[in-house]
């Protein structure tokens, strides 16, 4: 009798292990997708992403047709330690995952923020890559440079001073944070447990830093994030606040194609395409993008 109840009570649940923001297998940031996660609680949501312990696991939840096609998609992000609002890499991935299962190139994603479009078609290598346009940016506080060195730890000669620190949001508040040199940011040694109270503290999530100084020929920027004790390997949710920054602040031109490097100190070289437009005070259509890989599927049986 015991035997038969728990056969009774066996959920199956696939998911699909992606590497994005890379064209190469074993690079990028990983990504696991759930493709069907209806009958699932939050509580076991959170506890399938702490299993998976990557940097994001997402949830797909299939609607009627009618509702997804006017209001996207369900899908729901969470990290080890929490649901997410919004971020970038569990976006592109996920809307991947969709576009092999639908046969469309254009997805729309119903998040906790609303709704994400993804476009899907050739670069000019003829590679395959999706590119989500994010939340129009939201510009928040300016930050001296001393108080950020106090509250990361990283030294003050390090930030560049010529560019301003500011908190930007398009659905997860990141604070921008300029560092002169590529030497400077591979000494990036961020002290979390104060890092994380200033950014509690100012309505902000994580710090995003970046450099002009980059590794690659032809890449604008070298990015690092580091959170929760580790480091991001590419994060599409702060590229996008990057975008707008560098929009802002005149780093990039208004609709200026460029690229973002990330990872390399980790050994997960990611590279994200961004893209926005001047309008008025402000910057709109923020685009970020880039490639997926697919590295294995599986299912997950629930007892």
């Not at 940016?137 to 560019?163: M, N």
């Not at 450099?211 to 604008?220: A, L």
């Not at 402000?282 to 890989?293: A, P």
Request: charged share 20%; net charge negative; proline share 3%.
């Amino acid at each position: 009798m015991i035997e038969e109840t728990r056969r009774t009570r066996v959920r199956r649940y696939e998911y699909v292990l992606l590497d994005v923001f890379t064209h190469n297998a074993l690079q990028g940031n990983q990504l696991a997708v759930f493709t069907d996660a209806r009958g699932l609680s939050d509580a076991e949501m959170q506890a399938l992403a702490n299993e998976t312990n990557l940097c994001e696991t997402t949830f797909i939840l299939p609607r009627q047709a009618e509702v997804e096609c006017d209001e996207g998609v369900r899908v729901r992000i969470f990290t080890v330690k929490e649901e997410m609002q919004f971020a970038g890499h569990p976006t592109l991935g996920t809307a991947w995952v969709l576009r092999k299962q639908r046969g469309v190139d254009l997805v729309e994603l119903a998040l906790n923020v609303g709704k994400v479009p993804v476009h899907f078609g050739a670069d000019a290598q003829g590679c395959m890559i999706g590119e989500m346009r994010q939340r129009d940016p939201e510009f928040g506080e300016f930050f001296h440079a001393d108080d950020v060195a106090r509250a990361t730890g990283v030294p003050l000669d390090f930030i560049d001073a010529s560019l301003p620190i500011q908190t930007v949001s398009t659905g997860t508040p990141f604070t921008i944070v300029a560092l002169k040199s590529l030497a400077a940011m591979h000494d990036l040694r961020v002290d979390q447990k104060s890092a994380s109270a200033f950014t509690r503290a100012h309505d902000s999530k994580f710090f995003y830093f970046v450099s002009r100084e980059t590794e690659t020929p032809g890449v604008t920027l070298h990015a690092r994030m580091q959170f929760y004790g580790g480091e991001d390997p590419a994060t599409g949710s702060a590229a996008g606040c990057c975008t707008g920054w560098a929009v802002q602040h005149g780093v990039l031109a208004s609709g200026e194609h460029a690229w973002i490097e990330q990872g390399m100190e980790i050994g997960r070289p990611s590279f994200l395409q961004i893209c926005g437009q001047k309008a008025g005070d402000g910057v709109i259509n923020v685009r970020v993008g880039g490639g997926v890989v697919e590295l294995a599927r599986g299912e997950f049986v629930l007892r």
